[in-house]
């Protein structure tokens, strides 16, 4: 096990992905690779197996999915599955995918028909808010967790469930206590560091991630030296933003990242999942109701915008870095509403259209030092 | 023969039914002035919601992704794609999208109905009537519209369709996924009694339900038909005639025109008539094709190519259910069709559990059975960017038509916008394809 802590084993976790995986299944623990957060890790995790969140390579050209898949198409998963056909996943002992969208929802079929995991699973989830759909849902998780448990050969009782969702708490706690030192001017925790301890914990058990949080925010806090000051504050809103390439171009300018709205940033911790009698219906609430990714249908009030702009303002964002992924439709669709709202809240906002690579990183670097001096 | 069939060319049909269809489903072509005549609510909808019930409540509808296929064949879709473009819609989006928020765009600009506009335009909706069933841009269509352009009531019903590994045949996984079915058909009929505030007339929903299955009894045979050789009817002919069951499914009008064609290929077929006199290739089609351009089948024609049979917007084998309960008789009809389309593979067309009567698209092993039973050469399949969730899987199933050795031309345009049609390199493809064809067709089909 690493014997390195706080930033440094986050950064040692980020840079070595997968080894912490590696060292559990050679030591008898299964591990489970998933896409999103519609399948809940605590399911897996009361399970006794590490659910491990699958990363994303910017290095890595995408060449053998182009075999199975079209080139177009969300890069993010066309770049998840070019690296299980190169074996970068050869740690996991299944695969499990949810409806997080059309391509996920293709992908499935397509991944597990060709690369035959020895597992494999899908959480469907519908689309609307409404009484039935969260209750198909919720049906759902149901079948979820028979199947964990088939896999496993280990019952998830309530309590065991209920206990696990109290850990995954846990470290939702900490991580909101970590993000509110970014309220700080400076940021006592730069974006690219949080980033680095967001990926590490894609791939930690619960109970090391809280182990490594912890280390962390007391390590943040008793730095001697506050970082210098910057003139730009900037929040990141858009899909998942799992790699430093994007962070770092911005922070390599006059500017912090201080906030964010996106997958395994603050849309997976924001909101505790509520410990309730049957814990399913907790997941329900956290993973469906309250989970604010676009691809569900929260009507067409403006308003269901206005978390981001006040996320913007509690951490004295000076502007919004709009990152969306080629033709994700859900987020592209919202884009132009959520500029409006934005400018209306006296925030400007910069969309960046990326397939993920950020090859085109010359022209991207100069969009957004000229978006950094109109902010400065 | 470039010329009558170059870009951007309408279509030219081979039966008479089809070619005078405006006959049969009249009010259908005359919506537009009807509607302004007829002072009703109006509701815009999508295909998914159940065409039977929308004639259970006498609404007058307009369909904007229809509307798109106008647009496209009026070849008016390129400017109003631009228009949403300049509003801050990405190119990528689907181009129905793109057209129905372009011409919002238009309609809010100049205060009224873009002069360029069909049929006078689509009308003010009273409320959206949208369906999530085949992908995420038409929840976030509708929503987009209510977000961004008209305060109106939007009801979106919410299909959910079963992974392809799923067990069907287990009772509690269909139970799981008729609650669905039946608590968002449910929902979908409160919403349209508040709006219209008219009760769900059982009896008379029975009626349109018997109408739509008798329908598909003639449209199901008809396709049936298209196996002979040479084949009676192509696809410049299918592309019309679907129009009836997407829009009209449940009307005495689907009715005579599906029993009129019928009896019309049915004749071709005694007769021996072909769509063309040489019948060289047989060809499949997958994808949503360019409405814009739909000349294309017969430039293919001049190249002696009829296609026999489309994936997109296939039936299947129709699905006769009991109507003593009319509405549990829609929830059985969705279920029983799903269980059809994932018997023959749905890991690539996954949204199979759709209220109305029609696949997006059909699986790779019905399409292997197809190469059999239609006398395939091989098939076509239309990429288009703007539409990934009609395109993506079109390379798996290249992949398992290679295992039987029928081969599949993949090119790429779009349904609606023409600026991505490049019209030699596409002739081109078509050309080449052909000899691979030519090279491969003394082989058996395994």
Redesign the interface.
């Known amino acids: 096990m690493n014997a390195k802590k706080g930033l440094a084993k986050a950064v040692e976790l980020y840079a070595n992905k997968g080894e912490r995986a590696r060292e559990l299944r050679a030591q008898g623990r299964k591990v489970l690779g998933y896409v999103c957060l519609f399948a809940p890790p605590e399911i897996m995790a009361a399970a006794g197996v590490l659910p491990y969140r699958l990363r994303g390579d910017l290095q890595e050209p995408i060449t053998k999915a182009h075999d199975?898949?079209?080139p177009?198409?969300c890069p993010y998963m066309r770049n998840l599955l070019d690296q299980d056909l190169k074996e970068k996943y050869d740690f996991l002992d299944g695969l499990v995918m949810s409806?997080s969208?059309?391509?996920v929802?293709?992908f499935?079929?397509?991944w597990?028909?060709n690369k035959k995991p020895s597992f494999?699973c899908?959480v469907?989830?519908?689309?609307?808010l409404?009484p039935?759909?969260r209750?198909?849902f919720k049906?759902?998780l149901i079948?979820f967790r028979e199947k964990i448990e088939n896999f496993s050969g280990n019952e998830i009782s309530n309590d065991q469930l209920k206990k696990t969702i109290q850990e995954y708490n846990k470290c939702r706690v900490l991580l909101r206590k970590l993000y509110s030192l970014r309220k700080e001017d400076p940021p006592l925790l730069s974006g690219n560091e949080g980033l680095q301890v967001l990926v590490a914990g894609m791939g930690l058990p619960v109970n090391e991630f809280h182990s490594l949080l912890h280390e962390v925010t007391k390590e943040v806090l008793g730095r001697s030296q506050r970082p210098a000051r910057k003139a730009v504050r900037l929040m990141i809103y858009g899909s998942i933003c799992d790699d430093l390439g994007l962070v770092q171009l911005l922070e390599e300018g006059d500017a912090y990242v201080v906030i964010d709205d996106t997958c395994i940033g603050t849309r997976s911790f924001m909101h505790d999942v509520p410990e309730t009698s049957d814990p399913l219906d907790g997941l329900v609430t956290a993973y469906f109701d309250s989970f604010p990714c676009?691809?569900t249908?929260r009507?067409?009030?403006?308003a269901r915008f206005e978390y981001i702009a006040n996320f913007a303002k509690e951490y004295q964002a000076n502007g919004v870095i709009m990152y969306i992924y080629?033709?994700c439709?859900?987020h592209?669709?919202?884009?132009?509403?959520i500029?409006e709202m934005l400018k209306k809240e006296g925030l400007r906002a910069l969309i960046i259209?990326d397939d993920y690579s950020l090859s085109n990183q010359a022209a991207i670097r100069m969009r957004i030092q000229a978006f950094l001096e109109l902010l400065i | 023969m470039d010329q009558v069939f170059g870009e951007m060319a309408r279509a030219i049909k081979s039966t008479e039914t089809v070619r005078h269809i405006k006959k049969y489903i009249s009010s259908f072509y005359e919506r537009g002035q009807r509607r302004q005549a007829a002072h009703t609510q109006l509701v815009w909808n999508m295909l998914g919601t159940g065409a039977e019930i929308l004639q259970a409540f006498d609404l007058v509808g307009e369909w904007p992704e229809n509307y798109g296929t106008l647009c496209a064949a009026q070849q008016v879709a390129t400017g109003f794609c631009q228009e949403a473009e300049a509003?801050?819609?990405?190119n990528?989006?689907?181009s129905y999208?793109r057209n129905t928020l372009g011409y919002l765009r238009q309609c809010r600009d100049l205060e009224r109905v873009p002069p360029r506009a069909p049929l006078g335009g689509m009308g003010n909706p009273n409320f959206l009537l949208g369906s999530?069933l085949i992908?995420?841009?038409r929840?976030?269509?509708?929503?987009?519209?209510?977000?961004?352009f008209l305060?109106v009531p939007?009801f979106?019903?919410?299909p959910?369709?079963?992974?392809?590994?799923?067990d069907l045949q287990d009772p509690r996984?269909a139970e799981?996924y008729k609650?669905?079915i039946r608590?968002?058909l449910q929902?979908q009929i409160t919403f349209l009694e508040e709006q219209t505030g008219k009760k769900l007339n059982l009896e008379r929903f029975r009626e349109i339900m018997s109408n739509s299955q008798e329908a598909m009894k003639y449209w199901y045979a008809t396709l049936e038909l298209r196996k002979a050789v040479p084949c009676p009817m192509g696809s410049e002919d299918y592309f019309t005639a679907i129009i009836p069951f997407l829009y009209l499914a449940g009307k005495s009008e689907a009715v005579d025109f599906y029993r009129a064609l019928y009896e019309e290929v049915k004749g071709r077929v005694d007769r021996r008539i072909g769509v063309i006199p040489e019948e060289k290739y047989r060809f499949c089609w997958l994808g949503i094709p360019p409405w814009f351009n739909m000349g294309l089948f017969n430039y293919l024609q001049t190249l002696g190519v009829v296609v026999c049979v489309e994936s997109t917007y296939y039936v299947g084998q129709p699905v006769e259910v009991d109507l003593a309960d009319p509405l549990e008789g829609l929830v059985e009809r969705t279920w029983k069709t799903a269980q059809y389309k994932q018997m023959h593979g749905?890991?690539?067309n996954?949204d199979i559990c759709n209220p109305g009567v029609f696949n997006p698209g059909v699986g790779p092993e019905l399409i292997k059975r197809w190469a059999g039973d239609y006398n395939l050469d091989g098939a076509i399949a239309h990429?288009t960017?703007s539409c990934?969730?009609t395109?993506?899987?079109?390379?798996?199933i290249k992949?398992k038509l290679a295992e039987i050795g029928l081969p599949l031309l993949i090119f790429e345009s779009d349904m609606v916008d023409p600026r991505a049609w490049s019209d030699a390199q596409v002739k081109m493809r078509f050309q080449g394809f052909l000899e691979t064809v030519e090279a491969r067709k003394g082989k058996k089909l395994s």
């Open positions: 199975l898949v079209e177009f198409g409806h969208c059309d391509t929802q293709r499935y079929g397509i597990t028909l494999h899908f469907n989830v519908p689309h609307t409404t039935w759909s209750e198909f049906r759902e079948f676009p691809r249908d009507g067409a009030n403006r080629s033709y439709d859900p592209k669709l919202d884009a132009p509403d500029s259209d | 509003e801050g819609y990405s990528e989006l689907c999208v999530g992908c995420e841009p929840y976030k269509w509708f929503q987009a519209i209510g977000t961004h305060e939007i979106n019903d919410d959910v369709s079963p992974p392809y590994d799923a996984l799981h609650a669905q608590a968002t929902a749905s890991e690539v996954p990429r960017r990934r969730a395109s993506m899987g079109q390379l798996y992949n």
